[in-house]
Structure formats: structure tokens, C-alpha cells
């Protein structure tokens, strides 16, 4: 799955997904990816989110609709995306995935959960400061 | 704060990240730069996890699911479970400008994508059904079934629930362990 967050230099956002599920599901099975406000969310008042991992599980809590919430609370992206992951833990504490968040500031975070086989999550970064796409990686909570 | 614009992308898929700067720099809109990366990894079937020739379903076949959101309009196209067209976040864009719905999805989401213009093709791959050979060989795991005979965590299907009188009373609880994902 591929989500992506874009904050245009007049501070329009757009966000979107793309992604072919998950292997081996039951026909007819969708993920977390198309749904708005789990795979991806944006509003020019705030920012956008998008997440990934298993959608059975994430589309349940709207990790990416939550993640705006939060920075519309004030929040650092970082921790907006912290919190979300946090939100989904508490009931699935195995849970695999990873949410990318920004604001219309132009800062930005990402965060995923912890497991033995998933210790840091990697995301690309584009802005006039990186002048080209940058791999960023960051610890898993 | 940092400086604007700005693309974020999931995984370390560098295309897609730079597929949509270069939309940017060319004067597009936020949503084209949107729509330009995730094509992107449609095309080059990131990680295949994105696009065709991936994750085949239990009947081997691959389906596409995409979604794309304009945060100034609050408007959303998006498509689940679509069959036999590559170009999924495309197809997302079209229901977001020429529809007032949501999702469309499934086979009908494919009927709306071709009278758009999009071509109707096999999205399976020598690979996909390689996958999806080798799955079958290991009796079908894993898979996604719960609470089903035959035992669906040895055998494969076709599944049924277990007769009422044997039906185990506590609701099932998912756990959200040894889950693959999207």
C-alpha cells in the first residue's frame, strides 16, 4: 500500500491511497485503503493523514480521520500520529501499521507500532529543504 | 514549520514521491500530485503491495483499492475491490469529478471505470498465480476464515459454519495477531 499526503505551496491538501489488499483475502474483501478518514484524510484547515498496515483492524479506529483531530487540537504531526497508533494498540496491542501525518505548516511525522519484526517504519519526504525525495525513518512505539 | 510544498509518502517507494514533486513543479494541483505518485506505484507494482500482479485473493485473483481526497472541497473518489483495470487511483479521481458518490466498488466499479475509458484487462501475473499455486499446495494458509468446518487453520475451503448445536457460545474474539496487511 502507498499512502501520500500532499500539502501544495498555497496550503491545498490532498491526500490518497492506492493499494491491490491483502494476500490470500476472501473475494470481495476490502481494506482500510479506499475508505475515507482510515486510509487517508485531508482538510485544508489542518492537514491529512494517511495510513497502512492491516485494514481489517486499522479501518476500525479511522486512523488517518483521528490523526486530523488531534493536529486540529493543537497537536504536533508526530504526535497526532503517535496518538493513533497509541488509540488502536490498546485494543489490538499486535497489531501492524504505520500512520504519516502533516500540517498545513508544513511540519510533519510519522509513527508505527512496535512488534518483534517491525522496530522502525520508513516514508519519503519532497519539500524545498530536501530538494529531492529524502528516506526518513522513524522508531516504532 | 517547514517549507512548502510538501510530499509525505508511506514506505520508501522514491517514485511515487518524486512522480508527484515533479506534478507539483509542472503546476499541478495537490490532488494531481496525488493522483501522479500513487500511479506511479501502480505501474511499478510497489513492493507488491500496489497494483496488479499482487496479494491474489483465494481465488487468485488481484483486486484494487484506492482512494483520493481534496482537502479544500472535502471531496472523495474512491473504489474497492476493482477488478480487471490497472489504474485504480485514476478511476478513484474520475468518481471524485464525475459523480456525487463516495466508493463505488466491485464489478460495477469496473463498468463505471470502462465507460470513463479505462481498458478492461487480467490484472494477474505469472507471479500472482505462482502465489496463489503455492498457497493452495499449503492447504490454503493462511487464511482468513474463523469459526468454520472444515478446520480452516489445516484445511482449505469450501466452508461452512459449524451446525448451531455444536456452535461454540463466546462471540469470536479477533486478536489482530499473524495478520498480513495492505
Known amino acids: 500500500t502507498i499512502g501520500m499526503v500532499v500539502i501544495h505551496k498555497m496550503g491545498y491538501t490532498a491526500a ?9 483475502k476472501i473475494p470481495g474483501r476490502v481494506g482500510d485503503s479506499p475508505i475515507p478518514g482510515a486510509g487517508a484524510y485531508a482538510e485544508d484547515a489542518v492537514g491529512a493523514a494517511a495510513a497502512t498496515g492491516n485494514g481489517d483492524i486499522m479501518m476500525r479506529f479511522l486512523p488517518s480521520y483521528q490523526a486530523v483531530e488531534y493536529m486540529r487540537g493543537g497537536e504536533d504531526p508526530a504526535v497526532a500520529c503517535q496518538k493513533v497508533v497509541s488509540r488502536i494498540r490498546k485494543y489490538f ?19 508505527c507500532n512496535k512488534l518483534p519484526t517491525f522496530t522502525q517504519f520508513r516514508f519519503m519526504v519532497y519539500n524545498p529543504l ?12 | 514549520c517547514g517549507p512548502l510544498p510538501l510530499v509525505l509518502n508511506t514506505w520508501p517507494f522514491q517514485n511515487a514521491t518524486e512522480a508527484a514533486w515533479e506534478t507539483l513543479v509542472a503546476g499541478g494541483s495537490a490532488l494531481d500530485a496525488v493522483e501522479s505518485g500513487c500511479a506511479a506505484c501502480e505501474r511499478e507494482q510497489c513492493d507488491n503491495t500496489v497494483g496488479f500482479g499482487g496479494s491474489p485473493d483465494e481465488s487468485g485473483e488481484t483486486t484494487l483499492d484506492a482512494m483520493i481526497m481534496d482537502g479544500t472541497t472535502m471531496n472523495v473518489g474512491a473504489v474497492g475491490a476493482l477488478r480487471r483495470i490497472k ?10 469529478e464525475h459523480t456525487a ?18 481498458i478492461s484487462e487480467d490484472l494477474s501475473t505469472n507471479a500472482s498465480r505462482a502465489l496463489h499455486a503455492d498457497w493452495l499446495a499449503q492447504n490454503c494458509q493462511p487464511n482468513y476464515w474463523r ?3 472444515p478446520d480452516a487453520s489445516k484445511y482449505c475451503g469450501p466452508y461452512k459454519p459449524p451446525s448451531i448445536l ?12 499473524n495478520y498480513g496487511h495492505d
Not at chain 1, 490518497?16 to 490470500?24: D, H, I, P, Y
Not at chain 2, 458518490?101 to 479505462?118: E, Q, R
Not at chain 2, 455444536?166 to 486478536?175: A, F, L, P
Open chain 1, 130 to 141: 530536501t530538494n529531492r525525495p529524502t528516506e526518513e525513518k522513524v522508531d516504532c512505539i
Open chain 2, 101 to 118: 458518490h463516495t466508493l463505488l466498488v466491485g464489478d460495477s466499479a469496473t463498468k463505471f471505470a470502462k465507460s470513463m475509458g479505462f
Open chain 1, 93 to 111: 496491542p499486535n497489531f501492524f501499521g504505520a500512520v504519516i501525518c502533516a500540517n498545513v505548516t508544513g511540519s510533519y511525522g510519522a509513527a
Open chain 2, 87 to 96: 489504474n485504480a487511483i485514476g478511476v478513484a479521481r474520475k468518481v471524485l
Open chain 1, 16 to 24: 490518497g491511497t492506492s493499494t491491490n489488499g491483502l494476500k490470500f
Open chain 2, 147 to 149: 469459526n468454520v468446518i
Open chain 2, 166 to 177: 455444536k456452535q461454540d457460545r463466546s462471540t469470536y474474539r479477533e486478536t489482530g495477531n
